[in-house]
Each structure stands twice: as C-alpha cells, then as structure tokens.
C-alpha cells in the first residue's frame, strides 16, 4: 500500500487533512506521487500546484514538501499544503 497525507496549514493550524491510498502496484513511485497529489487536490477543491525544484529536492530528501503560494496559479487562502509519504509499498509481498 502506498499511502499520502495531505495538510492545509494556516497560521501553524490545521484546517484540512486527507489520507490517499494507492493501491496498484503495477504503478511507479513517481506515476503514485502524481496521482495520490492530484486525488489530494480534488478533495480539498484546489487546482494541482507546480512542482517547483524546492519541492523536489526536498521531495528526494525526505519524502515531503510544502507548496506555498508560489506553487499555485491560483490566489490560495492558506500558507501552504503539505504532502507527505507516509507508507510506501512493501517490495517483499
């Protein structure tokens, strides 16, 4: 099971949050990440944010980042969205 958690944070609050599980494990890591980002966003109502090279080095590192504002074309009414991985496929099953 390949599992993310979504968080929109305001003022070091939380205002939304959102578990997606992916199940395919015919998928790759990246086509999940994708798809488990893009689940999160139609569940809070927001447009899918870019993947700016912060997100993405901090994404590698340690399985989680935050879009701000610079990550979204549209105006967002909260600091950031967190996106993280908090369970990744068993290999050995």
Not at 55 to 78: A, C, G, M, Q, Y
């Amino acid at each position: 099971m390949f599992r993310v958690w979504g968080k929109i944070i305001q003022n070091n609050h939380l205002l939304q949050d959102t578990v997606v599980e992916i199940s395919d494990k015919d998928m790759s890591r990246t086509h999940k990440v994708y798809k488990a980002l893009d689940e999160i966003c139609y569940q809070f109502n927001l447009a899918v944010p870019i993947w700016l090279d912060q997100n993405k080095k901090e994404f590698l590192k340690v399985s989680k980042t935050r879009f701000n504002k610079d990550s979204f074309i549209e105006s967002i009414d909260f600091d950031y969205l967190e996106f993280q991985v908090i369970e990744e496929d068993n290999f050995w099953d």
